[in-house]
């Protein structure tokens, strides 16, 4: 079976990807609440009591909102680093140490036949990292919630095959927009959010010819809008000699629905 996956949901309201192969069922934060996570599996027709564990990204409401209340009712493992557990732990609330791991930044682990590897991000969590998910040859890159795109993380991500990747804002929008400058300069920070603008940069550093998918993601309801985020990265791709819509597909996530189980 094929390297597959769907972005239940992403955005500031919350945040979930699900992956799978013949082997393995990874459920990547539940920042939603239980019950919209069930209607979520259901959009894709998958069980989550058939998951396999969950993995944490870091200790924000909107990607762990639901994963106390989720790997209660399904007896889940879950894992994260431990900085990220001792700045969540609280908030998950009860659970027994056989549902306590950690995956240190860095590590690489084999879940049966999925291989997923964390490298850190900067954002103003505890200690916030992401995911890289290798089978049968594929590649799939997780990266949402950075102030900026290291060279390092650039060096760490690069010939993805498909990239879930954040384009927040678009920069005028949010200097224009209704939020407060405390907030506007928290998002603008080296530890916020990605712009539009610097996605598609990154993006093109990173993307090759084995590249046939990027997702864009955590797009913010008030300083985003689907079609400029792909206008935006559609542009800068296409000056630099990448076929966006030949090659190189590009989709956008959504905050309230999943995107379709999709082979990497």
Request: charged share 25%; net charge negative; glycine share 6%.
């Amino acid at each position: 079976m094929s390297l597959r996956f769907s972005v239940l949901a992403s955005g500031s309201t919350g945040n979930a990807m699900y992956v799978e192969t013949s082997q393995t069922r990874l459920l990547i934060d539940a920042g939603l609440t239980g019950k919209k996570m069930n209607a979520l599996f259901a959009e894709i027709d998958r069980d989550p009591a058939t998951l396999d564990a969950i993995l944490v990204t870091h200790e924000h409401q909107d990607h762990i909102k639901g994963v106390g209340v989720f790997a209660r009712k399904y007896q889940l493992p879950i894992y994260a680093n431990e900085k990220t557990w001792q700045a969540m732990s609280k908030a998950l609330g009860q659970l027994s140490g056989e549902q306590q791991y950690l995956f240190a930044q860095g590590e690489v682990r084999d879940f049966c036949d999925l291989e997923v590897e964390s490298f850190p991000v900067s954002h103003d969590a505890a200690d916030p990292m992401f995911y890289i998910f290798r089978h049968g040859g594929r590649k799939l890159v997780l990266a949402t919630d950075m102030g900026y795109v290291s060279e390092r993380i650039k060096k760490t991500i690069a010939g993805a095959h498909t990239y879930v990747f954040e384009a927040n804002h678009d920069l005028n929008m949010l200097r224009v927009g209704r939020y407060p400058w405390n907030v506007k300069r928290r998002i603008l920070s080296d530890v916020g959010h990605v712009s539009n603008e610097d996605a598609a940069v990154a993006l093109n550093e990173v993307i090759d010819t084995e590249t046939s998918s990027v997702y864009l993601a955590h797009l913010s309801l008030d300083n985003n809008m689907k079609e400029l985020a792909r206008m935006t990265v559609e542009q800068t791709l296409s000056q630099e000699g990448h076929r966006v819509g030949e090659t190189i597909h590009l989709f956008e996530t959504d905050p309230f629905k999943s995107t379709p189980l999709s082979i990497v």
